[in-house]
Nanobody, 123 residues
Framework: VHLVESGGGLVQSGGSLSLSCATS????????MGWFRQGPGKEREFVAG????????DYADSVKGRFTISRDGANNTVLLQMRSLKPEDTAVYYC?????????????????WGQGTQVTVSS
């Protein structure tokens, strides 16, 4: 499974960005998809996840109400829409996938990773 992220960039605090993860597998295959991030000097952390069917999602408390994850079956992509961005959201964002029906939150549970895309939020 190949994953390629896009959409990162520089945005001011309070702004919005959308990240996209293109997959080599059909988006309705039994792949759970997740977004993780790793800020400077920090460990990689779970941001959001969506189950294989798109009927279930999960979010880190720090992004609930601001970020939305979704699957686009027509384009085999997973989207992460981010709004009300804060400087603490600055990180490299990674897309990840695992053959599982649920939505793991631990990065070790995921088997496939993209190369990451930088998101920088200026104050």
């Amino acid at each position: 499974v190949h994953l390629v992220e896009s959409g990162g960039g520089l945005v001011q605090s309070g702004g919005s960005l959308s990240l996209s993860c293109a997959t080599s597998e059909r988006i309705n295959s039994r792949l759970a998809m997740g977004w993780f991030r790793q800020g400077p000097g920090k460990e990689r952390e779970f941001v959001a996840g969506v189950n294989w069917s798109g009927t279930g999602t999960d979010y880190a408390d720090s992004v609930k109400g601001r970020f939305t994850i979704s699957r686009d079956g027509a384009n085999n992509t997973v989207l992460l829409q981010m709004r009300s961005l804060k400087p603490e959201d600055t990180a490299v964002y990674y897309c990840a996938a695992v053959w599982q029906l649920g939505i793991p939150k631990a990065s070790l549970r995921y088997d496939y990773w993209g190369q990451g895309t930088q998101v920088t939020v200026s104050s």
